[in-house]
């Protein structure tokens, strides 16, 4: 396994929009699992591909308070979502230490592939639902602060641009 390059906002590749995933062979397997390595260092609850520059449809979570619950969630589609939303705070591995509230649907049903490409549906609400909206937005190419105010939004952009420079600086 292997620790992989997190992308900062705004990096324009955080942009793209991710492929499906042909087939979940051993290629898409140690994907996976460089990518839950990657979250759990980091540390964080969710990681989608497109954050580590590979624009492929996989999803990686875990909400338990052990960090022992891996969930994967390959070619992942929402097909239910909750008329009723809810607002949660939100962070993101791309755009560090920055949180800020995002509406959502409180609920959300999902169909995916699991490790085996087996296809499985799952039923989410709280930590689970934001989490896998979050992460699938990514597989769109959009990182939740582009729900926010523009204002916030280049606040965000600007700081992190800033910080980019001052640690190349150093370097």
């Known amino acids: 396994m292997a620790l992989l390059n ?24 140690k994907i996976v699992a460089d990518m839950a390595e990657t979250m759990y ?13 590979i624009h492929e449809r996989i ?41 800020d ?9 999902v169909r995916a592939l699991d490790l085996d490409g087996k296809e499985f549906e799952i039923d989410a609400d709280g930590l689970l639902a934001v989490c896998l909206q979050h992460e699938m937005d990514h597989l769109q190419g959009k990182v939740f602060v582009e729900y926010l105010s523009m204002l916030k939004r280049t606040r965000v952009s600007q700081k992190l641009k800033k ?6 600086g150093e370097r």
């Open 6 to 29: 997190v992308l900062c906002y705004p990096d324009p590749r955080l942009h793209k929009v991710a492929k499906p995933v042909g087939q979940v062979d051993a290629r898409v397997k």
């Open 41 to 53: 260092e980091a540390p964080g609850v969710g990681l989608a591909a497109t954050q580590v520059d």
């Open 101 to 109: 509230e995002v509406e959502r649907p409180a609920q959300v049903k």
């Open 59 to 99: 999803v990686v979570i875990d909400v338990s308070d052990e960090q022992n619950e891996l969930r994967v969630f390959i070619n992942p589609e929402i097909i239910w979502s909750s008329p009723e939303k809810k607002s949660w705070r939100e962070g993101c591995l791309s755009v560090p230490d920055f949180y």
């Open 163 to 168: 910080r980019a420079k001052e640690l190349l």
